[in-house]
C-alpha cells in the first residue's frame, strides 16, 4: 500500500511560483512512476505533469509546458512540482500519483495507469 500527502498548495497572485510536494509512504520508491494531476470547479481531472521511475522521462500538459517543472528526489520519497508564471486558469486541486512499474522507463499521463492517489492540495491563483 502506497500513501501519497501533497503539500505546498495556497493561495497566489498571478505571476508568481509555487512548489508543490507529494511524500510517499513505501519502501521501495524508486520503483514508482509519478504523476501530478489536478481539477478545477466542474472540469474534469487532467494531467499537469508525469515522471518515469528513474526521472529519464517526462511528459508535460500543454498548458504547462515552459511554466512547470516536475522532479523527484528518492532519497526523500518525494516528487515535486515547480509552477512558475501562474495563472488564474491554474487554480484547482492538484493530486499526486503513483504507479508501480515493472518494465521499461515510461512518464505516464493517463490517470487510469495510476495505482495510487493522494487527497489534493488546493492552488488558488488570484487576479
Known amino acids: 500500500q502506497v500513501q501519497l500527502v501533497e503539500s505546498g498548495g495556497g493561495l497566489v497572485q498571478a505571476g508568481g511560483s509555487l512548489r508543490l510536494s507529494c511524500a510517499a509512504s513505501?519502501?521501495?520508491?524508486?520503483?514508482?512512476?509519478m504523476g501530478w494531476f489536478r481539477q478545477a470547479p466542474g472540469k474534469e481531472r487532467e494531467s499537469v505533469a508525469a515522471?518515469?521511475?528513474?526521472?529519464?522521462?517526462?511528459s508535460y500538459a500543454d498548458s504547462v509546458k515552459g511554466r512547470c517543472t516536475i522532479s523527484r528526489d528518492d532519497t526523500k520519497n518525494t516528487v515535486y512540482l515547480q509552477m512558475n508564471s501562474l495563472k488564474s486558469e491554474d487554480t484547482a486541486v492538484y493530486y499526486c500519483?503513483?504507479?508501480?512499474?515493472?518494465?521499461?522507463?515510461?512518464?505516464?499521463?493517463?490517470?487510469?495507469?495510476?495505482?495510487?492517489w493522494g487527497q489534493g492540495t488546493q492552488v488558488t491563483v488570484s487576479t
Open positions: 500519483a503513483a504507479k508501480r512499474v515493472y518494465s521499461g522507463s515510461y512518464s505516464y499521463i493517463q490517470a487510469y495507469e495510476y495505482n495510487y
Open positions: 513505501v519502501r521501495t520508491f524508486s520503483v514508482y512512476a
Open positions: 515522471i518515469s521511475w528513474s526521472g529519464d522521462s517526462t
